[in-house]
T-cell receptor, first 111, second 116 residues
Framework: QKEVEQDPGPLSVPEGAIVSLNCTYS??????FMWYRQYSRKGPELLMY????GNKEDGRFTAQVDKSSKYISLFIRDSQPSDSATYLC???????????FGPGTRLSVLP | GAVVSQHPSWVICKSGTSVKIECRSL??????MFWYRQFPKQSLMLMAT?????????EQGVEKDKFLINHASLTLSTLTVTSAHPEDSSFYIC????????????FGPGTRLLVL
């Protein structure tokens, strides 16, 4: 079993749709959870950063962590064509060590 | 958020030459820097981790004599691709973590290397 699994997509949705991106992981010791957005030929950009279980909202983006199920999600409301990118989940231990990325989900938002 | 810059953004070189890529943390002190490479439509592949003032730790399968990493200060790390060959053509991305960045990594914009 891979340490972090993520549906690679590609995922295509119409503009305005709610998008749900998900990752599952196997190491229950992960404490910090992140979502990155990567446009083609660009470095990843940090979108959301959460600690332990719970929800965090920032504009159209909501990150959700369920440590009991080892499952994290990123929700994008009112999706826009500019949201078309690859989304990477990442997680790390409490001391910031053993930083692990998911393989990424390619999202296309169609106008 | 924290800002990481990378230079150059792209480079084309002849086979056999060496190429140096710089990674700088602009508004925080990066105690740890990471170097990744990424092939088209593939995920990030960690090459090495470097802590300021220490030798880099390379991932399995990454040649340390081929990819020289120097992290001489808290704001600068360099990756030198020595005697580059066409198969080294890739997208190289650095990231940094340290004071002011919490437990997360902030990425540079990447450097596209094409070896002819």
């Amino acid at each position: 079993q891979k340490e972090v699994e993520q549906d690679p997509g590609p995922l295509s949705v119409p503009e305005g749709a709610i998008v749900s991106l998900n990752c599952t992981y196997s190491n229950s010791a992960f404490q910090y959870f992140m979502w990155y957005r990567q446009y083609s030929r660009k470095g990843p950009e940090l979108l959301m950063y959460t600690y332990s279980s719970g929800n965090k909202e920032d504009g159209r983006f909501t990150a959700q962590v369920d440590k009991s199920s080892k499952y994290i999600s990123l929700f994008i409301r009112d999706s826009q064509p500019s949201d078309s990118a690859t989304y990477l989940c990442a997680m790390t231990l409490s001391d910031g060590q053993n930083f692990v990325f998911g393989p990424g989900t390619r999202l296309s938002v169609l106008p | 958020g924290a800002v990481v810059s990378q230079h150059p953004s792209w480079v084309i070189c002849k086979s056999g030459t060496s190429v140096k890529i710089e990674c700088r943390s602009l508004d925080f002190q990066a105690t740890t820097m990471f170097w990744y490479r990424q092939f088209p439509k593939q995920s990030l592949m960690l090459m090495a981790t470097s802590n300021e003032g220490s030798k880099a730790t390379y991932e399995q399968g990454v040649e340390k004599d081929k990819f020289l990493i120097n992290h001489a200060s808290l704001t600068l790390s360099t990756l030198t691709v020595t005697s580059a060959h066409p198969e080294d053509s890739s997208f190289y991305i650095c990231s940094a973590r340290g004071d002011g960045s919490g437990e997360t990594q902030y990425f540079g914009p990447g450097t596209r290397l094409l070896v002819l």
